[in-house]
Each structure stands twice: as C-alpha cells, then as structure tokens.
C-alpha cells in the first residue's frame, strides 16, 4: 500500500512536470506559432523526464492541453458550488458577490491568460461559461417571476458577459484588485444604480421579471 501511494505520487509529480514545462513554454513563446513549433523534445527537456515518461502520460502535446482544460475547469466548477452557495440575485443589493471568482482566475493567471489568448486552447469559452450558467440557472436565478425575459438567456448573457470582463482583465494584466472586480460585476448586474428599486419576485418560473 505504502508503496502504491508512493509510486502514484511520482506519476503525479512527472505528470505535473510535463504539464508545468508545457504552459512555461508557451507563455514563452504566447504566439499560435509558438504553440506549432514547440515539440516533445522541448518539453521532456523542459520537464526534465525522458520520452517515454511523457509518452506514459500522454501521446501528443493537445493531450496536455486538454487535460490542463479540463482540470482546470473541474476546479473553477467546484469553485463555483463551494463559494456561491445560497447566492440568490435577488438579495445582490443587500449582499454583494464575493471575489473568489476573480481570486481563482489570479490564481491560475498563467493558464487564463494563454487560454484567453487562444493559444492552443479550444473550446474553453464554451466550457467556461457551461459552468457559469449551470449555477446562474440552477442556484442564482433559481426562483423568478414570469416574464418575457428568458431565464436561459438571460443566464447565457450574463455568463458570456463575466467572460468577456474577464479577458478584459486578463487584457490589463490584473491591475484591478479582485474586490473591486466583485463589486464591478455586481453593480453592473443591478444596473450599477443603487437607488433603483431592483428584485426578482420569489415565485419560481424560467422566466424572470425585473422590478425597477
């Protein structure tokens, strides 16, 4: 057992290492061609492993990318659940959002911003706002009054909306402390005017009515 855990320790680390040189390349190089011309070569040397530990991992350089996509946005996912929980947008005037959205994104900037710049990256706005929507319609919008306005929209603008201040961000090299990136988001999402009289009725639909 000892040594189970052992051996699965190693795997990880080289794992990891392989992963680590990869990303270091590209930010590098932070050019589509860059991503083209770097080879398994560069990496194992990067990573300090051989051919054939790569090769246990991995059988193209995509593999790594997308493995580091899609850890990486299990973790943003299970973020999300762990530190929106019982947000409700109704009470945002109350109660603003808090920063762990753009703490994550600080923390995992070396990923972000090479994915934001597409480099090599595929799919991952798609991926990324899948995860914002999912907890918009099943826990922030999760009690809405009837309207024309569609909840399932509505979710979907908001999600591609925080993408795209997020790049933003990415953009001005996080200049903007995470607090204050929170408190952007939630004025824009109350309209940015306090004094408006701005709520989601308590009824439960999958459309939502604004109250102004």
């Not at 990496?43 to 850890?71: C, M, P, S, W």
């Not at 994915?115 to 706002?129: H, V």
């Amino acid at each position: 057992m000892e040594l189970e855990r052992s051996t699965d320790k190693r795997i990880l680390k080289s794992k990891k290492a392989i992963s680590d040189a990869f990303i270091a390349l590209l930010k590098e190089t932070e050019k589509d061609e860059g991503f083209k011309k770097i080879t398994i070569t560069d990496i194992v040397r990067k990573a300090d492993v051989n051919r054939g530990t790569f090769y246990k991992h991995f059988y193209f350089k995509e593999d790594i990318l997308k493995e580091t996509q899609a850890d990486i946005l299990s973790e943003f996912s299970l973020m999300l659940t762990e530190n929106y929980q019982g947000v409700r947008f109704s009470s945002l005037k109350d109660t603003p959002l808090n920063d762990s959205i753009f703490k994550f994104i600080l923390e995992n900037k070396d990923f972000f911003h090479l994915a934001f710049q597409s480099i090599g990256f595929s799919n991952l706005q798609m991926d990324f706002t899948k995860c914002i929507e999912d907890v918009l319609t099943n826990q922030f919008f999760l009690h809405a009054a009837p309207s024309h306005i569609s909840k399932s929209l509505f979710c979907t603008y908001i999600a591609h909306g925080l993408y795209g201040v997020l790049v933003n961000w990415d953009n001005n090299d996080y200049q903007e402390p995470t607090l204050y990136m929170a408190q952007q988001i939630t004025s824009i999402l109350i309209f940015g005017h306090t004094d408006l009289d701005f709520s989601i009725e308590d009824h439960g639909s999958s459309t939502i009515e604004i109250i102004v």
